[in-house]
């Protein structure tokens, strides 16, 4: 299977993003959404059994009251209010997942990149707590927005997320720390991703994109392939180095789609980020670290 070449002719530049962002199979950023959930099983188990314990004790403490012979109404009513506050935090995580397991169309607005990055840091929150590694986040609040959609972006920074959080409990060192950046750049922003694992051996440096190349034994090898299609729809790069300890990620994307002309390659065709699926199902089992 080949990949496929598109052409976005005369589109205005907004169009343009939007069409480069349908070009990516949906099929196969679906696929790599549910590899990202089922990685996340146990923050979302965790997350959403929170609230409902909640609703749970606010029942029993409400019924107790209503068997007094003069009901405390105020108690009542305040349990009322954090049933229902708990119940809207328990749907709203629901919808959210529902987002990521869902197929979709891309929908292309101005996104917050800090605001994805810290959505996508209290998503993995669970998974670094319980590991006791430390987020170092620093958001530069100059970054401007971006052009593009906000779940493709999310799912980016989490397959990085994941990876760090993985390359740290691959080589347990004395640090255990990410460190996420935005930055605002020339073109837009500069998101680095930089972690306290192993790093990346150099001959690998240029394979690690590739689709289904993985070093793990349970690895599906497609998080950083997806990414780089996402990243390239929206106009960006992104690129792999190792820093003083473990590697670094960045992302760079430009606040506006680049002009169609950078997008055509030599055949005057645009360049579609779009790889081919295996013939097999992926298993979406909880990666071991
Ligand atoms: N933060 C990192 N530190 C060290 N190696 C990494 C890191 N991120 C990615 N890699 C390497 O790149 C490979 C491909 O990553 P990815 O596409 O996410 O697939 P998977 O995580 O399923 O292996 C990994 O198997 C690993 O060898
Ligand atoms: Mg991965």
Not at 47 to 65: F, N
Not at 209 to 224: E, N
Request: charged share 25%.
């Amino acid at each position: 299977m080949g990949t496929v070449a598109l052409r976005i002719d005369a589109l205005p530049d907004r169009a343009q993003t939007e069409a480069r962002l349908r070009q990516l199979e949906e099929d196969q950023a679906h696929a790599a959404r549910l590899c990202v959930l089922g990685e996340m099983v146990s923050s979302i188990v965790h997350e959403i059994r929170q609230p409902l314990s909640a609703i749970a004790m606010d029942i029993d403490t409400s019924l107790r009251l209503l068997s007094q012979d003069s009901p405390d109404l105020k108690k009542l009513r305040f349990n009322m209010a954090r049933m229902k506050d708990s119940a809207r935090r328990a749907n709203e995580l629901v919808h959210r997942i529902k987002q990521m397991a869902v197929k979709r169309d891309p929908i292309c607005t101005d996104v917050d990149i800090n605001g994805v990055i810290s959505d996508s840091i209290e998503l993995m929150a669970i998974e670094t707590v319980a590991r006791s590694i430390r987020i170092h986040c620093s958001l530069d609040p100059a970054t401007p927005f971006v052009r593009g959609d906000a779940l493709q972006l999310q799912q980016v920074i989490i397959n990085l997320l994941i990876n760090a959080v993985q390359a740290i409990e691959l080589a347990p060192s004395g640090h255990r720390e990410i460190r996420v950046k935005s930055k605002q750049s020339f073109h837009g922003v500069r998101i680095s991703i930089e972690d306290d694992g192993a790093g990346i051996p150099e001959p690998l440096l240029d394979k690690i994109f590739d689709a289904y190349f993985s070093t793990k034994r349970t690895g599906m090898g497609i998080g950083l392939s997806i990414s780089r299609s996402i990243v390239e729809a929206h106009g960006g790069t992104i690129n792999a180095s190792n820093g003083r300890n473990g590697a670094i990620v960045d992302v760079d994307l430009p606040r506006e789609p680049a002009p169609y002309a950078e997008l055509l390659d030599e055949a005057g065709e645009a360049r579609a980020a779009v790889l081919p699926m295996p013939s097999h199902s992926p298993e979406f089992a909880r990666p071991e670290f």
